[in-house]
């Protein structure tokens, strides 16, 4: 759960940039200018910095960032997968390859309450769609998935996502 | 929300360039004028479609942490429980969910010590035992909504 330190921490640079584009990259023809200007950066130096970032994954990817509920996909079910430890590492890439699966993760049981390990979460416009989808993961993983329950949202309680303050 | 919103949105959930005119190529790629793509993507983020455009960081990545953590929160205990765990400032996300694990919240922290105080902090206040369900492998990690 501890986060990598291999490219270590950011620099002061790269924080006031991560800052200054968390929300948003400004909506204009040349933006990483205009991040440059406001920043006091040279703009070669703006767009070398998200470059490595893109390289070393601090940035996942640069783009649209969709309101999946806005969009029409109110039925959000995260469905929990009981699979064999010695399958998990093999199914679980090929669970995550799935167009309709958008976060995929192994986390840890915790028997005997909680015996699932494999966590797909699957959007759909209705809770009909995403039954439909957890059937084709269920297809997939055949016996390895010993048992798997699908626990639906009913309300979004809180969302900020991390925030770095300036 | 017209077809050419739809294409954009399809097209452009990653792999925006970063050079000096991006939305020009970008726009350029998806057969419709720079001008164009700009209007477009101020307004679906102005209406909300888009939650915004431009980089998505990892959390981690960044030099932080983050957990998965859920509570089996008895039905007429979810508001008082909200309100004691969403008044971390480390909670990023927290969604009820139709199952006796009820509360299933985020905790994201700059610093990874932050992350046990704050669910033995959470399991202090509500006297509920915390699931802790940090991520052992990522498989994979994104949006692809195709529209």
């Known amino acids: 759960m501890t986060g990598s330190r291999d490219q270590g921490p950011l620099d002061a640079t790269d924080r006031r940039l991560v800052v200054a584009t968390q929300d948003g ?4 023809p040349r933006p990483y200018h205009a991040l440059a200007e406001a920043l006091g950066l040279p703009p070669e130096e703006v767009m070398a910095r998200l470059r490595r970032m893109l390289e070393t994954g601090i940035i996942r990817r640069i783009g649209a960032v ?3 509920y806005r969009l029409g996909f109110r039925a959000n079910g995260m469905s ?7 399958a998990v590492g093999e199914l679980g890439p090929r669970i995550g390859a799935l167009d309709f699966v958008s976060h995929c993760y192994r986390r840890p049981r915790h028997l005997p309450v909680w015996p699932y390990n494999l966590f797909a979460m699957v959007h759909g416009r209705s809770r009909a769609e995403v ?6 993961i269920a297809q997939l993983l055949g016996p390895a998935a010993r048992a798997h329950d699908v626990l639906y949202s009913t309300r979004l309680l809180k969302k900020t996502g991390l925030r770095l303050v300036a | 929300m017209d077809a ?35 209007a477009r993507l101020r307004r679906l983020c102005d209406e909300g479609h888009l939650s915004r455009f431009g980089p998505m960081y ?6 932080g942490a983050v957990t998965l953590a859920a509570l089996a929160v008895p039905d007429e205990r979810i508001e008082a429980v909200a309100a004691q765990v969403n008044a971390h400032p480390e909670i990023a996300h927290n969604y009820a ?10 905790v994201a922290a700059e ?10 902090d959470i399991a202090a206040e509500t006297g509920l035992p915390v699931y802790d369900m940090p991520k052992l492998e990522e498989y994979y990690v994104g949006l692809r909504f195709e529209l």
């Open chain 1, 25 to 28: 990259l400004p909506l204009c």
């Open chain 1, 66 to 68: 969709p309101n999946h």
């Open chain 1, 80 to 86: 929990v997968w009981d699979v064999a430890d010695a």
């Open chain 1, 131 to 136: 039954e439909e989808k957890v059937g084709e």
């Open chain 2, 4 to 38: 050419k919103d739809r294409q954009i949105i399809n097209a452009l959930q990653g792999g925006f360039p970063v050079s000096e005119t991006p939305f020009a190529e970008a726009a350029a790629r998806l057969h419709m004028t720079e001008d164009d793509l700009i």
């Open chain 2, 58 to 63: 990892n959390a981690e990545r960044l030099g």
């Open chain 2, 97 to 106: 969910r139709a199952h006796d694990f009820s509360m299933w919240f985020v």
């Open chain 2, 111 to 120: 610093q990874p010590e932050q992350i046990p105080a704050v669910l033995a």
